[in-house]
């Protein structure tokens, strides 16, 4: 697979609820967090970063996957929160992943799509 196609299944297992961790090498790194304020992720297993997505009431709907240079593809995509109330926020996520030998390694978060457009190689 190429690393477009490494993330699409990525995001097609997450969205069927199946295991991704098979996708991911044993250094995967997260750098940043989607939104400013929110907590480095807790759990160094993929699967259990997930879960604990699902169960803090939060969910991402991937808009675009656009192929980089160097492994690295730029990734837009909504993540909602629902809370416990009923009520509940979106916000715009801009991240690059980085794929090695078919194994996701990286997913960068960036606060603006430019600085994520500038890491992943791609031209505007």
């Not at 929110?38 to 997930?50: C, I, K, Q, T, Y």
């Not at 990734?75 to 416990?84: D, I, N």
């Amino acid at each position: 697979m190429d690393p477009p196609d490494v993330v699409r299944e990525v995001v097609r297992r997450f969205k069927a609820g199946e295991p991704v961790g098979a996708l991911f090498s044993p250094g995967y790194e997260v750098v940043g967090t989607p939104a400013p304020g929110m907590p480095a992720p807790r759990h160094a297993d993929a699967d259990d970063r997930l879960a604990a997505m699902r169960t803090e009431g939060l969910d991402a709907q991937v808009r675009d996957i656009v192929p980089g240079d160097g492994g690295r593809v730029l990734v837009r995509s909504v993540w909602s929160h629902r809370g416990e109330a009923g009520g509940g926020s979106a916000f715009l996520v801009h991240a690059v992943m980085s794929v090695r030998d078919g194994l996701l390694v990286e997913t960068r978060y960036f606060a603006t799509e430019r600085e994520a457009q500038r890491y992943a190689g791609i031209v505007v």
